[in-house]
């Protein structure tokens, strides 16, 4: 089956939010996402990239259109919303990792409270990812003792220890110092590679040119061209695109 | 959008429907308190009415900067207590803000001994109750003066047992009296919400202070100045900053300590309140006059340390 | 020698206007502690403490059945060495060998200079080498414990805190003490437990509502805070006192001693709320919405991820409410409860010790600061544990 014919995993429908002081800010969004495709989002700053992404778990609400994910509706029903919840992971671009807790601990928690899985089973799986990103060493220290991108890897590490079909970035290496950005999208790569399904807001060029199946640009709200990697950095169809490209290279 | 959600699961409904329980539960507990309040106030005889306030308090006050005597009315008897209130609150906070800025700046002091002592005076009060500093203040300090006869005599002023002097005291027929009088009740309990005030003040200050970034300290001596003028002229505006917000609380507090006065035996508004309330029985009415005096009393100072505030900030700008 | 010398001159003599405040502290300061020394040797008459320290600790409770308090003793030392040494762990830093000798010379002298029994000083000799003995036990064991344990050992005052009032009030098969005779530094200690334990849950549930979402929680929140916190304590225990008969139902009285513990819970429950609050508005929003993006659902992100966060920058504030709640129970004097203060109080009016104001007061006022003190200090060292476990993200 090719991409095209693939079912989507995520299909967004004429999606509209305004914000609770009027702004407008997704202006009908239309999106397909296939399973295991890769679509990366770019867009200046305030174009509704970010908050697009974050509908796509619940995390903000929509007051026009539709959004189904993986089959399930997102509605205003709270038992929907939590099974979306439990397919799609997200990363963000602050890490968000809890400091009271392990690296472990971290990993554990949700899969245990949330899957009502066996603790043990649980941390067999949370050091077998730790490994996989390379953190395996760090398992038993606190996050505030790692650096800016062992953070991030274990934020993805704790995403995948739930198991999901979704992994949603937030541009996740938008706050990490330029060494560390690399090891980052290396485990995305990986990730990528091995069949996730993945929607990146970032402004990662290289990573989108290189892992991309397909590129997203959005302004004002709107998206405004959909292409492959290849097509979109080198020949953009629509105006704002090219103005886009020509000041972020 | 789908098939209808059920109450139990819907994301918007579901908050509205725990605050409507909330409410509900909230508004049965109260009909049942006031409920409750109304039968058995009414089986004593004692639902709420304001008459009784116009009928005479048939006790005195220790004193009052207004004239009266137990034929006046309670409402007089009342006011005169939250006229006693506000003057030992008013000197109270100038009181506690000198002694506490005092404190404050001499916690930074380059001479060891005074620091240490600044310090020192802050961990013994802030450790020990109020209440057992009032109670020390009037029963073994300002009880133990002499009487009359034997006066501490100091130009200007004569504190004895019956109070202090100031402003040309005179003895007249073997009493002292002068134009400014104060009681040792007044005294006792003004020294001791000052020293205790004054403590926790030092600590806002000195946090204040230790707020300003050192390197203002270093360019200020680079420039040449001399340590005093540094704090003055420098620090003490940028530390106000953070200082101001946290005299509010302070004040607030000093204001609502003065309710222990009747451990001085000081006429407060609340000593006046509780022997009213002994003699007449009209508990919801004289909770409600003294509490909503003092959120009266707060929402004032709360008011002109805003004002405070914003003449602070302004100054920076 | 010289380099003392030399500190010392220049902390104290730095300039001529250091040096003349140097000296004039000095003389104030000799005089001072040698009047005081001179009276406390000399003038005061200690024979009223020694009279009275079974009613100042005990109030009227009934002879046979003390015992029951030596066990509550027992227990709260128990408690108190298990704390102690779970905090610490293994070893004895300086600090803790300073307070273990101070407090074994504290509990050896001070029965000897109040003239108690022998039975009784041994008791309390017993006590604190049970105190000890756990801190030591304990500390020896800490490596080995379960990690369960470690985190669930604050349980343990609650636990405490039920067995002791049942040992104190009476409970089946114990007989029952009514409260009116319960005095003296047990009354405040049973008054300052029962606020202490109730008004945390209580506060941090109003924390939880004032930073609700939800209107009616949040607005009900800020109205009981702020109309608590502009009023004076003894106002609102005053009211406990009296409204609370017109507004219970007819027949319901509860005794004096459990209105007030109630006055005194609500009251410090809203000024708890206000130290959690601010420990909540200082966990990162992200925080929340890692949790919810992982699927936890809203108690599940209050327990586990905000409120462990939100606690531990409140520490040091919640323990200064502890303090103040502690030195608030002083306020019960007021309205005739026969605490610490009220007993003393009421000693001092006895004719037999008219006048000895100064002794007593004196002896109440070092045993409230000692108290605070060692609050203070071990809050701090809590705070300083706390802090070494690196918690910090660094975004």
Known sequence: MTLAERPALISVRDVHKWYANGHHVLRGVDLDVAQAEVVVIMGPSGSGKSTLLRTFNGLEEIQQGRIVIDGIELSDDLRQIDAVRREVGMVFQQFNLFPHLTVLDNLVLAPVLVRGRHKDAVRQQALELLERVGIHEQAHKFPGQLSGGQQQRVAIARSLCMEPRILLFDEPTSALDPEMVQEVLQVMQGLARGGMTMVVVTHELRFARQVADRVVLMADGMVVEVAPPEQFFTSPQHPRSQQFLSQIS | ?317 | MTALWRALRRGLFANPLDGLITIALLLLLGHGIRALVHWAVHQAQWTVIKANSTLLALGRYPEPDRWRLWLVLALLCSASGLSWGLLRGPGWPRPDRISATALSLLAGLLPLALDLEPRVRWSWLALAALLLIWRWAVGHCRPALPPWLLRCWPLIWPLVYLLGMALIAGCPGLKPVPPTLWGGLLLTLVEACFAWLMCFPLGVLLALCRRSDLPLLRWGAVVYIELIRGAPLITLLFLGQNMLGFVLPGGLSPDRVWRAAWVLTLFAAAYVAEAVRAGLASVPRGQIEAARALGLNPLQTQARVVLPQALKVALPSLVGQFITLFQDTTLLSLIGLMDLLGTARSVLANPQFLGRNAEVYLVLAVLFWSCCTALALGSRALERRLRHEPSATQP
Request: aromatic residues 8%; glycine residues 8%; charged residues 10%.
């Open chain 2, 1 to 317: 959008m789908g098939a209808p959600v059920p109450w139990w699961r819907h994301r918007r409904l579901l908050p509205w429907l725990v605050q409507g329980v909330a409410g509900l539960g909230l508004l049965v507990l109260t009909a049942a308190v006031v409920t409750n309040l109304v039968r058995n106030l009414s089986h004593a005889g004692m639902l709420l009415s304001w008459r009784w306030l116009g009928t005479p308090a048939g006790f005195d006050l220790g004193e009052s900067l207004i004239p009266f005597d137990a034929s006046k009315p309670y409402w007089l008897a009342l006011v005169s207590g939250l006229l006693n209130t506000l003057r030992v609150v008013a000197a109270g906070l100038v009181g506690s803000t000198l002694v506490g800025t005092a404190v404050g700046v001499a916690s930074f002091s380059s001479n060891i001994l005074l620091q240490r002592l600044a310090r020192l005076y802050v961990a013994l009060i802030r450790n020990s109750p109020l209440l057992m500093q009032l109670l020390f203040w009037y029963f073994i300090v300002f009880l133990s003066l002499p009487a009359d006869q034997a006066a501490i005599q100091l130009p200007g002023l004569v504190l004895c047992r019956s109070g202090l002097y100031l402003i040309q005291p005179h003895l007249h027929l073997g009493q002292w009296q002068a134009h400014l009088q104060l009681s040792i009740e007044f005294m006792a309990l003004f020294t001791g919400l000052v020293i205790y005030s004054g403590a926790f003040i030092a600590e806002v200050v000195r946090g204040g202070i230790a707020s300003v970034p050192q390197g203002q300290w270093e360019a200020a001596r680079a420039l040449g100045l001399k340590p005093p003028q540094i704090l003055r002229t420098i620090v003490l505006p940028q530390a106000l900053r953070v200082i101001v917000p946290g005299l509010n609380n302070q004040y607030i507090s000093l204001a609502k300590n003065s309710s222990l006065a009747l451990a001085c035996g000081y006429s407060d508004l609340y000593s006046v309140a509780e022997t009213s309330l002994n003699q007449t029985g009209r508990a919801v009415e004289v909770v409600l006059l003294v509490l909503g005096s003092y959120l009266l009393i707060d929402l004032l100072i709360s008011a002109l340390m805003n004002g405070l505030n914003a003449f602070v900030q302004i100054k920076e700008r």
